[in-house]
């Protein structure tokens, strides 16, 4: 601040600029993912490369990272910050010791992430990241960022270029990747031959890999197009046809469906005995916490598992019906910021009329786009679950912002918002899992706001079973500790419900057994068990069916291979 006269002149901060990662690298640069489950960064980066990016995913992030991250980073920071931003650091230190000089690593390599402009520390991970490279000495290492409101933003990014092939390849990643992660942690509980269902997804997720990298796209204009001539020149015609072709393609193509079938038929050689009592436990709470599996979240889902749990992850195609919900409500509120406007007579009011009418328009336009882009998510992404042999339906958001509205409002921003009490309701109410547990860093803000409200949800809503556990870089003794004592009361309650369910049947477990062994589609991992309201546990779903098929009141169904 320099002074001038007796006035003052305010030099406000600017962001260091940054070189810029353009379109001539992209042979030479290395893009490096991670953030999300090994899944869905598996399949993100074959879009990529299939887009003619050269790609690599960084590690799952350890306590050695954490470590490092705190050393550099400023005090006070939840764990995504740490883990991440010290597991690329160690990661870039790695190739210096390989013989890259830091130079050629800012040179030959940048990296992608996620960022928001919400009200919790989320927003500032990428300021958190570059001051960990520059304190670490890869100062002039790039980050490129992707914003959840924005879309793609970075210092200057011409080397990226998000064409329509590739925000639907991204879109197929992110929807395979959710069903096909459900699918695996609903298989492995009752997996009858210990690894087979790692090895089937092994096969399933290279299956869609080789899809997304070697997609061909689709053009009009190709010589080898079956359309006339004159179509393909045609303008008007190019344009709109490309796009529905693309999008055809991509969502319910010949080749999208012999990948998901090639898929669905490695999981459905895996053999399974549902009869294994398993209480199911949700997992919500914060958004990288829910999708990391390592020293992040203190390996809670691989604990959960060898202590008999059925693992319910949330999709990531729930948090993005969040945001379009979230931005539709906004809009249909939006108009009355404009209430004021009137409808008079005179040339004046007529005037205000025709703004308010405009207000009224632009409202109800921009709330029936977000609705008609949620029933189309929803669709599709109903579609992949189903090619690939099952799954879990999408909460509806509608409903989960009206149960949650009486504890939290559903407009309020930050973290996953009103999602955390809202999915505590849900799969309790509705009686889909038999204990909740929400995983957060830390001292994150939005989901201690949660907690707070949990206590209110737990003592109006009896027969919850609700867990919080906040993860640092340390403490896993005492967190595991408090999940297997919850699990323990969860497990009592899978027991019960199988036991009445089985002694509704008026069979015993040896009949229902022996009714198994002769019928191999009962076996099949991806046998298309009927949903029974009210029964959580699968072993008791899977009971009640199967005496309805020895009454004959259900027919056998097929497994589709």
Not at 277 to 298: C, L, M, S, Y
């Amino acid at each position: 601040m320099s002074a001038v006269g007796h006035s003052q002149i305010t030099q406000h901060y600017r962001l260091p600029p940054e070189r810029p990662f353009l379109a001539g690298e992209r042979s030479e640069v290395t893009i490096l993912l991670g953030g999300l489950t090994e899944t869905h960064d598996r399949l993100i980066r074959a879009v990529f490369e299939g887009n003619g990016y050269r790609c690599q995913n960084l590690p799952t992030p350890d306590r050695a990272d954490y470590q490092v991250g705190r050393e550099y980073g400023n005090l006070g920071q939840c764990n995504p910050t740490y883990f991440t931003a010290g597991n690329l650091v160690r990661f870039l230190r790695q190739l210096e010791a390989g013989g890259l000089s830091r130079e050629e690593i800012a040179r030959r390599y940048v990296f992608f992430t996620a960022g928001t402009c919400g009200p919790c520390r989320f927003g500032m991970y990428e300021a958190e990241y570059r001051m960990v490279l520059r304190r670490a000495g890869f100062d002039q290492f790039r980050v490129l960022l992707f914003l959840q409101n924005d879309g793609v933003r970075a210092s200057s990014e011409p080397g990226l270029h998000f064409s329509l092939d590739f925000g639907l390849g991204m879109m197929n990643a992110l929807q395979w990747g959710d069903a096909l992660q459900d699918l695996l942690r609903s298989i492995r509980p009752y997996e009858l031959t210990p690894g087979a269902t790692d090895a089937a997804y092994e096969a399933a997720l290279a299956e869609l890999g080789r899809e997304l990298r070697e997609r061909r796209s689709f053009d009009i204009t190709s010589k080898h197009s079956r359309w006339p001539q004159a179509w393909r020149e045609a303008r008007l015609v190019r344009s709109p046809v490309n796009t529905l072709g693309k999008l055809a393609r991509h969502w319910r193509g010949e080749d999208t469906r012999r990948a998901l079938a090639a898929a669905r038929a490695r999981l459905a050689a895996v053999e399974v005995d549902r009869l294994r009592v398993r209480p199911v436990v949700k997992i919500t709470g914060e958004f990288w916490a829910q999708t990391t599996n390592g020293d992040g979240n203190f390996h809670l889902f691989s604990l959960l598992e060898r202590e008999g749990a059925e693992v319910l992850l949330d999709p990531l195609a729930n948090w993005v019906l969040y945001l379009l919900y979230q931005a539709q409500a906004e809009a249909r509120r939006a108009r009355w910021l404009e209430r004021g406007y009137g409808w008079g007579g005179d040339w004046q009011g007529i005037n205000q009329a025709r703004r308010r009418l405009g207000v009224e328009w632009r409202s109800w336009t921009k709330a029936v786009l977000f609705g008609l882009a949620s029933r189309l998510w929803t669709w599709q992404y109903d579609f992949v679950r189903r090619a690939l042999g099952g799954g879990h339906r999408l909460a509806p958001q509608a409903e989960l912002a009206r149960l949650a509205e009486p504890f939290y409002n559903p407009l309020a921003r930050g973290g996953e918002g009103h999602l955390e009490v809202a999915k505590n309701l849900y799969y309790s109410r509705h009686r889909l899992a038999h204990m909740v547990l929400a995983i957060k860093p830390f001292g994150c803000m939005p989901s201690t706001q949660s907690d707070g409200v949990q206590a209110a949800v737990v003592r109006q809503q009896r027969g919850v079973i609700f867990l919080s556990i906040e993860t640092a870089g340390e403490g896993e003794v005492h967190a595991h500790s408090r999940a297997l004592m919850a699990l323990g009361e969860a497990r009592q309650r899978a027991r019960a419900e199988f036991n009445r369910a089985l002694q509704s049947t008026g069979r015993s477990l040896e009949e229902i057994r022996g009714f198994v062994a002769v019928h191999p589609p009962l076996r099949s991992a991806l046998y298309p068990l009927p949903r029974v309201e009210g029964v959580a546990g699968m072993a008791a779903q899977f009971a009640l069916h199967v005496s309805d098929l020895m009454a004959g009141r259900a027919r056998l169904r097929k497994v589709a291979a």
